[in-house]
């Protein structure tokens, strides 16, 4: 891909608390400058846009026009639906608005995150907003999630990479997650799977169990109901990083629609 060929990206944020950039921010195969000055061409980000105002959604609508049919939409957070949507503006139109007018003409719609995945922490019942995700939202079927609170970028990137190499998009589950990502169980891949198979647990935060490294699953872990590669993709960098069982902390589920947000944690006991 040469710099002209660039593919345009408009990236639209709603409800979130922009973990899900933050967590791009780190990413080190490519890093985001690689990215976004070497192999997209990042057309509208309210996290790293140099512009603001009339001068950013006039940049958005340009992008869109320019690259009709071609580019790629990415949406964190999650959209408010309720009261005709007014939780959430962005350039005087609701989440609602502005998500449909840039998915009507891109080439493909990429959910990143579990706010718009599904609604991720904003739609946590009571969900007094009506916090939902992208496809229910715009009722469509085709809308690619990669869930994680935040999700892994690598997830994400790769997916992107697919798109912009092959001209499709990766094989995906009933939830519109990339297979290749969230085919298997944490459980699976989980370097304390010994100790479940052997009856290890740890029962307390801070007992000599959880100082050994035992199974956390009767602290909590939604590792056998979860769908996800971070026991082998690992967080802030392949190879050196880490990941929340790894750290000690149960697995929350955060990839799980009605797992991580509406079953916490801290409601077991
Ligand atoms: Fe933040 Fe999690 Fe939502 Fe991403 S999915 S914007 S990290 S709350
Ligand atoms: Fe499974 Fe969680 Fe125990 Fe790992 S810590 S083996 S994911 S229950
Ligand atoms: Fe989320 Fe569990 Fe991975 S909490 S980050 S799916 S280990």
């Known amino acids: 891909i040469t710099k002209k060929e660039r593919p345009s990206v408009i990236w639209l944020h709603h409800q979130e608390c922009t973990g899900c950039t933050e967590s791009l921010l780190r990413s080190e195969h490519p890093t985001l400058d690689k990215l976004i000055l070497d192999i997209i061409s990042l057309d509208y980000h309210e996290t790293v846009f140099a512009a603001a105002g009339h001068q950013a959604e006039a940049a958005r609508k340009a992008a869109m026009a320019k690259n009709k049919g071609k580019y790629l939409l990415v949406v964190e957070g999650a959209i408010p639906m309720k009261d005709g949507g007014i939780y959430c503006k962005i350039g005087g139109q609701t989440s609602f608005e502005l998500t449909k007018e840039c998915a009507a003409d891109a080439a493909a719609v990429v959910a990143i995150g579990s706010c718009a995945s599904w609604g991720g922490m904003p739609s946590t019942p009571p ?16 809308i690619v999630t990669i869930p994680g609170c935040p999700p892994n970028p690598y997830n994400f990137l790769a997916t992107v990479v697919h798109f912009l190499t092959f001209g499709k998009l990766p094989a995906l589950d009933d939830k519109g997650r990339p297979t290749f990502a969230y085919g298997r169980l944490i459980h699976d891949n989980c370097e304390r799977r010994a100790h479940f198979d052997a009856g290890r647990f740890a029962l307390e935060f801070g007992d000599p169990g959880h100082k050994k490294g035992y199974c956390l699953y009767k602290l909590g872990c939604k590792g056998p109901e979860t769908y996800a590669n971070c026991p082998s993709i690992l967080f802030n960098d392949v190879g050196t990083g880490s990941w929340p069982v790894g750290t000690g902390h149960p697995c929350i589920g955060c990839t799980e629609k009605h797992i991580g947000f509406e079953k916490p944690i801290h409601a077991l006991a």
């Open 127 to 142: 969900n007094p907003t009506g916090s939902t995700g992208v496809a229910e939202a715009l009722g469509r079927k085709d």
